[in-house]
């Protein structure tokens, strides 16, 4: 049904045929009443023609620009109705959030909505020390892809924050999920797979937990292998880059190791985004890591060694840093540069596949060979 309720267009069943029966191994008797192989629509399908979206299939017929099909609506499991208690801020149906975006007041989805980029911002759930709540990572992520799409809201779009990551050396602190490198990969690997089916073509893949962060490069190599002409990108983190780091140079009171997990950064994020998740009577600074000159702890991890030794062997609490030096004042400057800095990004992951795609399509290379 679409996203009124509006069953109709599915009383029209298209028969299969005879060869379709026989290679899904239907039996003949129940072949009238299955539904054939439908086209996805693209992106180029409203100004274009194409080869017609799954609603002009099912009603029967073939219009210049592609219809679009109304997104559903989420919906309580046990009266199958919208409520407002089943509905959290960010859990609006696409068709609407789109068309309060776009101006579009059909309530359905626009397929150029589909030529935009898609933000994926992921979050995990683990022990924040004895101070901070196991949400902090998805909140912190949240706040900077929200911020970021209001900041450019005319060429990008975010997902849903993702609350589950990879943790691999913090087991020993209790409430610390861990979802397992691989099957980490796998599932994104997926989700980019079905957006690029719908016709998507540029992601960037937003991490606010490190544990993250290196599978997210195997997912945005495993992404460039699999699907050619789209443009997958990440990074580490957030305030990483070179004005990501002055700003936090500039105001950080820490030394370096003083910035990590639990650390002055996230605590004052906090502060500013969830004072009454933060209890700071209860903050211990945990900052004896052992350091030498290629391996060290600090926001931007710029030892040239990389390891995984359990945090146990240097945090006695589950931080990495000084939290007892956070304040909300930082936590909205450092949020506001972390959005600016992420805003940059989409910009240039825009340019990057629009460029690309031109040299593609001018023959470039053995672009130009059959």
Known sequence: PDSHGDTSAWAQVIPPT??????????????????????????SDADKGGRGDLLTVLRGYETKHAGTLPTPTARDWRSGKASPETHGKNSRPLNETVSA????????????????????????????????????????????????????????????V????????RASFAATMNAGGRAFEDFWVDVIRVLVERGFDRYYLMSGHGGNSSFLVNVTKYAGENHRRIFCATSFLYL??????????????????GMGHACELETSFMLHLRPDLVRMERVVDDIDFI?????YMDWVEDGVLVANPPWDDDSIQGAYGAG??????????????AIDEKVKHIHEINEQHSRREKRRDSGFGLWGKA
Do not use: C
Not at 18 to 35: C, H, N, T, V
């Open 18 to 43: 005879s060869s379709d029966s026989k290679r899904r191994g239907f039996p003949k008797q129940e072949s009238e009443a299955l539904i054939t192989s439908l086209p996805t629509s693209r992106a």
């Open 101 to 160: 975006m776009s101006g579009n007041k059909s309530g359905r989805m626009n397929p150029r909505f589909r030529e935009w980029m898609m933000r994926l911002p992921i979050g995990h759930t683990e022990q924040h020390s004895l101070h901070l709540p196991l949400s902090v990572d998805t909140i912190s992520i949240e706040a900077v892809a929200e911020g970021t799409a209001a900041a450019a809201p005319e060429i990008a779009f975010s997902l849903p």
């Open 162 to 169: 993702m609350p589950y990551g990879v943790s691999t050396h």
């Open 240 to 257: 990483s880059g070179p004005d990501g780091i002055a700003a936090l140079e500039k105001y950080r009171e820490s030394k370096i190791g």
């Open 291 to 295: 350091t030498t000159p290629s391996y």
């Open 324 to 337: 007892s030096l956070a304040t909300k004042e930082k936590g909205e400057i450092w949020l506001q540069a």
